[in-house]
């Protein structure tokens, strides 16, 4: 067994199958052992779980699912890549090679239970986690290897949110578990990467009063809130809800002391709980 950690074997490897890293498929292939048991420790891994991993490139990471869980759904865009991982496979592996925004979810989890367990490329992180953050069937525990700014984003207090963080915070509970430096990878990107958890995910919307868009959701009317207040961060609360709901100042005023916050409040300083509140209350403003 070949130890794709090591980067002299991992070069040995790539050579083998005519392989390089795809600089336009975001393709940075991990060489770090402790920093790929820490990924999997934070996974929580039984072997009745179900995983998906996405973008499992040259099976790094996919081998020590498999030792952990049930069955390793990988979903690889790379022709080559997908086609390889395939000839290795030892029955509790499944393939797909797909781009994953753009499968049905649905032809993958079958409504049953899974997790995320992924080392993706920077440039669709955002969009990853929202995939499966709105999925109808979301995941137990989501654990990515993404870029260290990106995380610190995620998980920021009241008084450094933004729209990233208040739309993960709403559905789960997001933690850096680890940091890991470039030089971890080859080839070695140019900024530091870090092992992000999202646990406790749920529906947010069950506890909101909020009217349903014609879709039957809840989310836009809430977005819609959040969106307008962060519309300029130097701005404050009253001025982009007046501004952006078209009402008044005062009327905007009303609605931020009846949130229970001060007049110069800035969308930044609110958590996701003031969120809930504020578009509860704003909600029955018209345009």
Same mark, same amino acid.
């Given at each position: 067994?070949?130890?794709? *950690?090591?980067? #002299?074997? $991992? %070069?040995?490897?790539? !050579?083998?199958?005519?392989?390089?890293?795809?600089?336009?498929?975001?393709?940075?292939?991990?060489?770090?052992?402790?920093?790929?048991?820490?990924?999997?420790?934070?996974a929580e891994l039984t072997q009745d779980d179900t995983v998906i991993e996405v973008g499992p490139g040259?099976? *790094?990471?996919? #081998?020590? $699912? %498999?030792?952990?869980? !049930?069955?390793?759904?990988?979903v690889e865009m790379d022709d080559k890549l997908a086609e390889i991982l395939r000839s290795a496979n030892n029955g509790k592996l499944k393939v797909i090679n797909a781009d994953i925004l753009k499968f049905n979810l649905n032809e993958i989890i079958e409504n049953k239970p899974y997790k995320v367990v992924a080392n993706i490329p920077y440039y669709i992180t955002s969009k990853i986690i929202e995939l499966f953050l709105t999925a109808e069937n979301k995941p137990e525990l989501i654990v990515l290897l993404v870029q260290k700014e990106v995380a610190e984003r995620i998980c920021a207090k009241p008084g450094e949110m933004s729209v990233l963080s208040v739309s993960v915070q709403l559905y789960g509970k997001p933690e850096i578990v680890g940091i890991v430096p470039k030089e971890s990878f080859f080839p070695s990107p140019k900024v530091d990467s870090a092992i992000l958890k999202i646990d406790n995910i749920q529906d947010p919307f069950d506890s909101l009063s909020l009217a349903q868009d014609d879709t039957g959701s809840l989310s836009k009317s809430f977005f819609r809130c959040v969106h307008i207040g962060f519309s300029s961060r130097r701005k404050t609360l009253i001025?982009?809800?007046?501004?952006?709901?078209?009402?008044?100042?005062?009327?905007?005023?009303?609605?931020?002391?009846?949130?229970?916050f001060g007049e110069n409040v800035r969308a930044q300083e609110l958590s996701v709980e003031d969120w809930k509140r504020l578009s509860e209350q704003v909600e029955s403003v018209g345009e």
């Open positions: 067994m070949i130890d794709l *950690t090591e980067k #002299s074997q $991992l %070069l040995d490897h790539l !050579k083998k199958h005519g392989l390089w890293a795809k600089k336009g498929l975001g393709q940075n292939f991990l060489v770090d052992r402790n920093a790929l048991d820490k990924i999997v420790e934070a040259v099976g *790094t990471l996919t #081998s020590e $699912l %498999l030792k952990r869980a !049930k069955e390793v759904v990988a001025n982009n809800l007046s501004a952006g709901y078209h009402i008044a100042k005062e009327t905007a005023s009303d609605i931020i002391r009846q949130t229970g």
